[in-house]
């Protein structure tokens, strides 16, 4: 059955899914790459749509797939789905662009993230309705962490108290994401980055274990087994 949106809701979720997904090996682009026998962006969006403040989704999806994606995901909920661009931060213009009037909430999330909770969807949303321009879901760094030249010699070690590893759903006010991607220069791996780069304050909050992104075939085997055992 197709979750239905929520037509009150304030939040438009941007999924990029157009990457190739090359570190998982050869075959589909990474996001329909299947995952106990669905496409991982279907996991994704099914969980987006049971967040109750989601108002809109919009996919970016390969510029060749965009039909086969559009089927894919009716059956899980209403969806629009865009033709992506040759680097992430391409695909989330695309995205944003085709949002309607509306939700002044903005989420970016990676598909590759498939098994992220709904609850972490309203944790990043309620922190940017409570009056934060940028939210990021961050867990902390249990390796520690050293900083190398290009011949692998070890320059330091970095004080891993004070890093975080970032996940999505990264939220922001609509107006501040806008900005950030009209005054974008070079590429970046996560809509944050542009957003500080205009100086405007990110706030972390607590992310999750299943925000894991599924990258390599080792993340692949783990989402396998924390889906068999109920995530
Ligand atoms: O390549 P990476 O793992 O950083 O990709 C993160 C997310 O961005 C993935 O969901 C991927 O499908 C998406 N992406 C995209 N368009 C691109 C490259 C990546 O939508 N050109």
């Known amino acids: 059955m197709t979750a239905q949106l929520n037509p009150r809701g304030d939040v438009a979720v941007l999924v990029p899914a157009a990457g190739a997904g090359v570190r998982l090996g050869p075959g589909a682009p990474k996001a329909l790459r299947p995952l106990a026998g669905e496409p991982l962006l279907v996991h994704a969006v099914r969980r987006i749509a049971a967040a109750p403040s989601v108002h809109t989704i919009v996919v970016a999806a390969p510029a060749a797939d965009v039909e086969s994606v559009r089927l894919l995901l009716a059956p899980v909920a209403p969806v629009t789905v865009v033709p992506g661009g040759a680097e992430r931060q391409a695909s989330v213009a695309a995205a ?27 944790s990043v949303a309620a922190a940017v309705r409570g009056g934060h321009d940028a939210v990021i879901p961050v867990l902390p760094v249990v390796d520690t962490v050293k900083e190398v030249d290009a011949g692998e010699r070890v320059l330091g070690t970095v004080d891993r108290a004070a890093l975080r590893a970032v996940q999505t759903p990264q939220g922001f006010r609509r107006s501040v994401l806008t900005a950030a991607h009209e005054a974008a220069g070079d590429a970046l791996t996560d809509d944050a980055g542009l957003v500080e780069k205009l100086g405007v304050a990110v706030v972390c909050v607590p992310g999750s274990e299943l925000a894991l992104k599924i990258t390599r075939p080792f993340d692949l085997a783990l989402a396998e087994h924390l889906l068999a055992t109920g995530a």
């Open 96 to 122: 944003l662009a085709a949002v309607p009037a509306g939700p002044e909430i903005i989420l970016v999330h990676d598909a590759a993230r498939a098994l992220t909770p709904p609850e972490l969807v309203e």
